[in-house]
């Protein structure tokens, strides 16, 4: 299970919060101006959810003012200062003991709103309410996607991964990143931050409340919130973890390993999915395949294109071909200058009986490097040579 309110480790001030400048952007790319697609209110992104089979209305969007809110922020921060100004002055009036006082509570992803109302928040809530109110005052913030070293927990028969989640403001090549925090960081920790769509944290935050719901043993409605975030954005491993275990406690078992091998095939280095998927193979007895994924983890790396070659030659063994040339695909598409992943889609596509498409996909793996064993592999299988 996921969700995404750890408590960060970077530099922070007596009032929890702080803005950095981080220069180059990291990892922003052309994003550190415009910030990513798909934001704004409801109206902007019901497009895409529609497009998604999802209802506008049925959703929640945690960063949402009400008029009370929309007051308070202009009053507290005038518009006719600079934004170097404004963003100081808006984490002061959120933090300071004259301003909303907010302080850290971990248990609850609220909305903006309902941080408004109770002055608690994690990162993902604080994020939610500072990013709404930015934008009301006219600094284009958004939502960042905090890269770190992941944590895990054991919570009964969960296994639990914290996040982090954070705001940024960026002008040319300079990101000033804002972390809600209530721990001091480690030395010299550097991190990778990524813009998000204002889509994917709605499904955050749906993901959140689900797995609370899981925390408290509420099944149904944690299957309602997950549906939804998966639905929402279908590219968030750890929505489809925590759906998965979900569906397990409902005792929907082949959903649930359909969703912890959804999770997968996006992440492949998502070690809760192994651990949650590895525990249900278990229980149905197919031991050999568990400690094989489980084993998967010991050589995991982040982005490994090896780790999606590795997991699709795994559904390959069991007959999962399908599955192993989406694997595949996601390999190749990490790493377009290794001639494996061209390899094994063609091994695929002699298996279906194509042998058509597997000598256009030997063509490139031999371009890339004819010597490759599994390209030999498939040379052999062909049983001819290239023209």
């Known amino acids: 299970m996921l969700d995404f309110k750890r408590r960060s480790r970077v530099r ?14 990291m990892a922003l790319g052309g994003c550190a101006t415009g910030g990513p697609p798909d934001q704004g ?12 089979g999802v209802d506008p209305n049925a959703v929640v969007i945690p960063y949402e003012l009400t008029d009370e809110m929309r007051e308070w922020v202009h009053r507290m921060v ?4 600079s934004f170097d100004r404004r963003l100081p002055m808006l984490v002061d009036a959120l933090l300071s003991e004259k301003g909303l006082n907010v302080t850290y509570e971990a248990k609850h992803t609220g909305t903006a709103e309902e941080v408004f109302k109770t002055r608690r928040a994690n990162c993902l809530a604080f994020t939610s309410l500072f990013v709404a109110m930015s934008r009301e005052v006219g600094v284009p913030a958004f939502f960042l996607d905090v890269q770190e070293l992941e944590r895990f927990e054991k919570e009964g028969d969960l296994v639990v991964v914290s996040g982090h989640v954070s705001a940024g403001y960026g002008i040319g090549k300079t990101l000033q990143v804002l972390d809600f925090s209530s721990v001091s960081p480690t030395s010299g920790y550097q991190r990778r931050v990524f813009p998000i769509s204002d889509v994917r944290a709605i499904a955050l935050y749906h993901s959140n409340r689900g797995a609370e719901a899981l925390r408290a043993g509420n099944e149904e409605e944690a299957l309602d919130w997950l549906h939804k975030a998966v639905a929402i954005d279908p590219e968030v491993p750890g929505a489809w973890i925590n759906y998965g275990v979900a569906l397990r406690r409902s005792g929907k078992d082949g959903e649930a390993e359909n969703a912890y091998r959804k999770a997968l095939e996006i992440d492949s280095g998502a070690v809760s999915a192994y651990q949650n998927l590895a525990s249900l ?5 197919r031991t050999q395949e568990a400690e094989q994924l489980m084993a998967l983890t010991l050589r995991m790396g982040t982005r490994n294109p090896y780790n999606y070659l590795a997991l699709g030659d795994l559904s390959l063994s069991h007959g999962r071909f399908d599955e192993a040339r989406r694997y595949y695909k996601r390999a190749m598409r990490l790493y377009r200058d290794n001639p494996e992943p061209y390899a094994a889609l063609g091994i695929i596509s002699l298996i279906d009986g194509d042998r058509l498409e597997a000598t256009k996909w030997l063509r490139k793996a031999s371009a890339i490097d004819q010597e490759n064993n599994r390209v030999k592999q498939l040379q052999a299988r062909l049983g001819s040579q290239v023209g």
């Open 281 to 285: 193979l278990r229980y149905k007895g």
């Open 12 to 25: 922070h001030t007596s009032l929890g919060a702080t803005l950095l400048a981080v220069a180059g952007a």
């Open 78 to 81: 005038p518009r006719n200062l």
């Open 41 to 52: 209110d409801r109206s902007q992104i019901a497009p895409t959810l529609q497009a998604r």
